[in-house]
C-alpha cells in the first residue's frame, strides 16, 4: 500500500504512485458497481458528511452514491441554508461538525484554501470536493480513469484542456494529475481566461483552437464558467462558440481516434456542439460520470483505511 | 532630568554614514557636547543608533481598542526600538476632523511611553469626495494627510486636495495601487496565485497608480510620500519623477524587503497584506532601491488584526501584519544578507523619514533630541508571537529564526524599555 496520505485535499502533494494506487483501486469498483449487488460493507459503521458551501447535484450525487456503496452512513448537508448563514465562521462550524465524530468529511467551498484550513481544525479523513479556483481532486482523478481505460495508458498522451482554466479548479487539477503521469498537456483558450504564469506549470499555452488541437489524444472540454464572471471576459457567447467551441471542424485537428471529454454541467452551443457530446464514438462524457463514483469509491477506501491504521496506532 | 554618558558604543550615524566606536552624551532631553554626566552607560561594544520613525502605524483608538491601544503599541514600539510612531487615520471612526485628532492625541499622550504624531484623513471618510480641514487639522498637531490604503479615485478632487494641500505646505500620502486592475484581488499574479487558484492583481497596477499621481503631482507641485513602493516595475517612474525634480519620497514596507509571495505557502493568512507580497525579483528590486537611497523610508506598517479576522479562508482573512517590534531585527537580515551596512540601513529607518516630517529627530547630532536605541545586531533569537507586546499577535515571523535585539531605548533621554 503506497497511499500514505491522511486527507484529499488536492493532486498537488499527490505521487505519481499514489495516483496509480486509487486508480488501481477504483478499477475494483468499476466492477462491482456494474454488478448486480453493488454493496460492499468496507465503510460499514463509517459516517460520511458531504458539505456543500456551494451548489452541486452531481459531485454531491457522486460522494452520496459512493459512500452508500461502500455501506457508510452519509448525511447531507446543504451549507448555504445552514448556520453559515447566521454568521458562523467556517471554522465553527468545523468544530460543531467534528464532535459528531464524522469518519469521512467531503467538503466544496467557494473559497480557495477553505478546504484546506477546515482538514486542519478535523480529526477525520478530509476530501476536497472542490475549493474555489484551487483544485477538484477527485475530478481530475476520474478524468484520469477515464483516459487510462480508453487509452490504455495514462502516460505520453497528448492532452487538451480547453476553455476557463482561469476560473477552473478542474483545470488546475487536471494539469497537475497528467503531468506528474507524465503527458504532454496543452492549454487552449483566450487570454482573459487563461490564468498569469501559467507558462511556469510545464504546459503549452495556445490561443488558437485549431493549432491547438493539432494531433492531440484527448481534448478535454471546461465549462464557461459564466457565474464566476465579473463580466468582460469573453465579447459574447456566440463569438466564444466561433472560436472556441469543439465541433466536428475543429475535432478534425486531432488525432482520428481522439476523445471527447467534459466535466458537465455542459453549456451545449456554448462550448461543446450538442452533437459532438452524444457522439458515442469520440465522447466519453458519461463514462466519466461513472468513473466518478469508482474513483470517490476509492479514495474513500484507501482514507478509511489510514483513518483505521492511525486510530488503531 | 538626568545627564546620561553612553561609553563603549557602537555609533550608528546614518546622517553621517558612519559606523564608529565612541562615546555619547545627553543631557535635558537632547545629544550634547562630552562633559560631565550623573550616570553612566557601559554599551559594551553593541550598537547605538538614533530611534526609529515609523510612518504607518496602525492604532487601533478609536473604534478597535482590543486590536491594539496606545498603551500596547506604545510598548511594541519601545521593545522594538521606535522611538517615533507616525499614526494612520484609518481607525473607526477615521481620524478626519480636529476634534477626532485631538482625542487621539490626548489618548497617545496620555498613554504612549514613545513620541505620536498623529496622520489625518485627506478626504472626508476616507470617501475620496471631499477633502478634510487640512488647516485645522495642521494645527491640531497633524504631520501628514493619507487615506491610507483607499485610493482617491476621483482626479478632480486628489487635484484640487493636493492643489490645497501645497498651499498649506502639506505632506500628502499615496498609496498608490490601481484600484481597478487590484478589485477583488488578494495575491500578486504570477504561478503562485495561478497555483493556489487565488484572485490575483498584477504588479503593474502600482505603477499605473504611481504614474497618475506623478502627473497630478507635475500639474500641483505638492508634497508628497508613496506608502509603500513593492515592485520593480515602479522604480523607473519613481527615479524618473525625483530627477525632474518632483517633490516626491517613498517608503516601502518591511515585509516587502524580507518575504515573498511563496511565503505565503498553504494559505498563510498572516502573510496577507495589502499590497500582496511580491515575486523574489520584486523583492530584491525594492531591496536595492533602499540600499541606494531611490527609496527613502523603510516602515513597519504595522496593522493589528485580532485572530478571528484571521482565521478564516484566505480570500476573506484582513490584511495586514503586527510588526512595530520585528522590524528591526527583520531589517537585520539585510546587513546580514550583505545588502547594505548599517548606516545605510537607518538612513530609511530615522533620519529620512524624521526629515521628510521635518523632524529634527533621527540623528545623533548634537542638540537632536535623544530618541535612541541600543541593540545587538548580532543576538539570535526564535521569535514566539505570544511574546508580543502587542494585543494582536498577527506577526508572519512566528516560529522564525532572527538575529538582531534591542537592548535599550531611550525616548528625549528617558529609558522606555531595558534594565537600567
Known amino acids: 500500500m503506497s497511499f500514505r496520505h491522511r486527507h484529499l485535499l488536492g493532486i498537488e502533494p499527490l505521487a505519481p504512485t499514489d495516483i496509480s494506487a486509487i486508480l488501481d483501486r477504483a478499477e475494483t469498483y468499476v466492477d462491482l458497481s456494474r454488478s448486480d449487488s453493488k454493496h460492499s460493507d468496507l465503510l460499514a459503521g463509517m459516517t460520511q458528511i458531504n458539505m456543500f458551501f456551494e451548489n452541486s447535484t452531481r459531485t454531491q450525487a457522486s460522494f452520496e452514491l459512493a459512500g452508500k456503496r461502500l455501506g457508510a452512513d452519509v448525511m447531507n448537508m446543504a451549507m448555504q441554508a445552514s448556520s453559515i448563514k447566521k454568521g458562523e465562521t467556517l471554522i465553527d462550524t468545523a468544530l460543531t461538525l467534528n464532535a459528531m465524530q464524522p469518519d469521512l468529511l467531503v467538503v466544496r467551498h467557494p473559497n480557495s484554501g477553505a478546504v484546506d484550513l477546515l482538514a486542519q481544525k478535523v480529526h477525520c479523513a478530509v476530501l476536497n470536493a472542490g475549493d474555489g479556483r484551487h483544485e477538484h481532486p477527485t475530478q481530475a482523478l476520474l478524468d484520469a480513469l477515464t483516459i487510462r481505460r480508453a487509452k490504455g495508458r495514462l502516460h505520453r498522451l497528448s492532452i487538451a484542456i480547453c476553455g476557463d482554466i482561469a476560473h477552473s479548479r478542474v483545470a488546475r487539477s487536471n494539469i497537475l494529475a497528467l503531468t506528474k503521469m507524465e503527458n504532454r498537456v496543452r492549454l487552449i483558450g483566450p487570454p482573459t481566461l487563461l490564468p498569469a504564469g501559467i507558462g511556469e506549470f510545464g504546459v503549452e499555452v495556445f490561443h488558437d483552437m485549431h493549432e491547438g488541437l493539432e494531433d492531440v489524444d484527448v481534448v478535454m472540454m471546461l465549462r464557461l464558467q459564466r457565474e464566476r464572471m465579473d463580466g468582460g471576459f469573453i465579447p459574447s457567447e456566440r463569438e466564444y462558440y466561433h472560436r472556441y467551441g469543439l465541433d466536428a471542424d475543429k475535432l478534425s485537428r486531432a488525432k482520428s481516434d481522439a476523445i471527447v471529454m467534459h466535466p458537465g454541467p455542459m453549456n451545449r452551443g456554448v462550448e461543446i456542439d450538442g452533437t459532438l457530446a452524444d457522439d458515442i464514438n469520440r465522447s466519453v462524457i458519461q463514462d466519466q460520470v461513472e468513473m466518478g463514483v469508482a474513483v470517490r469509491m476509492a479514495a474513500m477506501d484507501l482514507l478509511a483505511h489510514n483513518l483505521r491504521e492511525r486510530r488503531a496506532a | ?420
Request: proline share 6%; with cysteine.
Open chain 2, 1 to 420: 532630568m538626568t545627564t546620561l554618558h553612553f561609553t563603549n558604543a557602537r555609533l550608528i550615524d546614518p546622517e553621517q554614514g558612519t559606523d564608529t566606536v565612541g562615546e555619547l552624551w545627553v543631557s535635558e532631553g537632547r545629544i550634547c557636547a562630552p562633559g560631565t554626566a550623573d550616570k553612566q552607560i557601559d554599551c559594551r561594544g553593541k550598537c547605538l543608533a538614533p530611534g526609529i520613525v515609523d510612518i504607518g502605524v496602525k492604532v487601533c483608538e478609536p473604534g478597535d481598542r482590543h486590536k491594539e491601544s496606545y498603551a500596547s503599541a506604545g510598548r511594541a514600539a519601545a521593545a522594538g526600538g521606535v522611538t517615533t510612531m507616525v499614526t494612520r487615520p484609518d481607525t473607526n471612526p477615521p481620524i478626519d476632523t480636529p476634534e477626532t485628532l485631538e482625542f487621539v492625541t490626548r489618548r497617545a499622550q496620555a498613554d504612549s511611553v514613545v513620541h505620536v504624531l498623529p496622520m489625518a484623513a485627506l478626504t472626508k471618510g476616507r470617501a475620496g469626495t471631499e477633502m478634510t480641514e487640512i488647516g485645522f487639522l495642521m494645527d491640531a498637531g497633524a504631520v501628514a494627510f493619507t487615506d491610507c490604503d483607499h485610493v482617491v479615485t476621483d482626479t478632480k478632487v486628489l487635484s484640487r486636495a493636493l492643489t490645497y494641500a501645497k498651499s498649506c505646505g502639506a505632506l500628502v500620502i499615496g498609496h498608490i495601487q490601481e484600484p481597478g486592475l487590484s478589485k477583488g484581488a488578494c495575491a500578486s499574479s504570477g504561478k503562485f496565485a495561478s497555483l493556489r487558484g487565488l484572485p490575483a492583481v498584477s504588479p503593474m497596477a502600482e505603477r499605473m497608480g504611481l504614474d497618475r499621481d506623478i502627473a497630478l503631482l507635475e500639474m500641483t507641485g505638492a508634497r508628497y510620500h508613496v506608502d509603500q513602493i513593492t515592485t520593480a516595475r515602479a522604480l523607473p517612474a519613481l527615479e524618473r519623477a525625483k530627477g525632474n525634480g518632483i517633490d516626491i519620497t517613498a517608503g516601502t514596507s518591511i515585509h516587502h524587503l524580507t518575504l515573498n509571495a511563496f511565503d505565503v505557502a498553504d494559505y498563510r493568512t498572516f502573510f496577507k497584506l495589502k499590497p500582496p507580497l511580491r515575486d523574489e525579483d520584486d523583492r530584491l528590486a525594492v531591496v536595492e532601491a533602499v540600499a541606494s537611497g531611490l527609496i527613502d523610508v523603510i516602515s513597519s506598517m504595522h496593522t493589528p488584526q485580532d485572530e478571528e479576522s484571521k482565521r478564516l479562508p484566505f480570500e476573506e482573512a484582513a490584511a495586514g501584519a503586527v510588526a512595530l517590534e520585528t522590524l528591526l531585527p527583520a531589517a537585520m537580515r539585510l546587513v546580514h544578507g550583505g545588502y547594505m551596512d548599517l548606516p545605510t540601513l537607518w538612513r530609511a529607518l530615522s533620519v529620512n523619514p524624521a526629515r521628510r516630517l521635518g523632524l529634527d529627530t533621527g540623528r545623533l547630532t548634537e542638540g537632536a533630541p535623544a530618541d535612541l536605541v541600543l541593540f545587538d545586531p548580532d543576538a539570535p533569537f526564535q521569535l514566539n508571537r505570544f511574546n508580543l507586546q502587542s494585543k494582536s499577535k498577527n506577526t508572519p515571523f512566528d516560529d522564525a529564526r532572527m538575529q538582531g535585539k534591542v537592548l535599550g531605548t531611550w525616548v528625549s533621554g528617558a529609558r522606555v524599555f531595558g534594565d537600567t
